[in-house]
């Protein structure tokens, strides 16, 4: 079955360069527009694949889940994500830190630690937190979800699920 589709790419390639280089040739043999616009016609699918090809394959690494965090409000705006956002965050650090940092009352922060155990070594990487007392605002094992680009963890807590984004 590959040699079929490598056989289909190859023969799309001659098509395309053909393609290509007729339509240049008449163009600069007669300086008319409608060889170009042809040109743009024939090299629109192509290009479009690859863009979609280019953007489709962006693996979640170690290197871009290490950063901060904070309470996404997207999914459920008003003031009680504002209020989250502004409470709870978590930073993974290159030595595989966990810290969770929660705003009290006083104003002041309160950092809760853990250790980060990769346990999957390609990507997707997915982790679980080991700490040493449970904390009600912190899942052992986060959700990882993903889109093309960008990604993030969903923590069960007391408060229900609290979606966290990557903010650096």
């Known amino acids: 079955m590959p040699i079929f589709g490598i056989l289909i790419f190859l023969i799309a390639s001659i098509w395309l360069g053909i393609t290509t ?3 240049l040739f008449r163009f ?19 290009i479009v694949i690859c863009l979609i090809v280019l953007y489709h394959h962006y693996p979640i690494t170690k290197d871009r889940v290490i950063g901060t965090y904070k309470i996404d409000t997207n999914f459920y ?12 965050s ?20 309160k950092a809760i630690t853990g250790k980060i155990e990769w346990y999957r070594n390609s990507p997707p990487m997915l982790y ?24 993030y963890y969903v923590f069960e807590s007391k408060f229900g699920n609290m979606f966290y984004r990557k903010e650096k």
């Open 21 to 23: 280089i007729v339509n």
């Open 77 to 88: 705006p008003g003031s009680n994500a504002e209020w989250q956002r502004n409470h709870f």
């Open 128 to 151: 679980r937190i080991s700490l040493s007392e449970p904390h009600p605002l912190i899942d052992e094992y986060p959700a990882l979800y993903r889109g093309n680009r960008k990604f």
């Open 90 to 109: 978590f930073e993974i650090t290159e030595n595989d830190d966990f810290i969770f940092y929660e705003k009290l009352k006083d104003g002041s922060q």
């Open 28 to 46: 600069s043999q007669t300086r008319d527009r409608k060889y170009l616009k042809k040109l743009g016609i024939v090299w629109f699918l192509p």
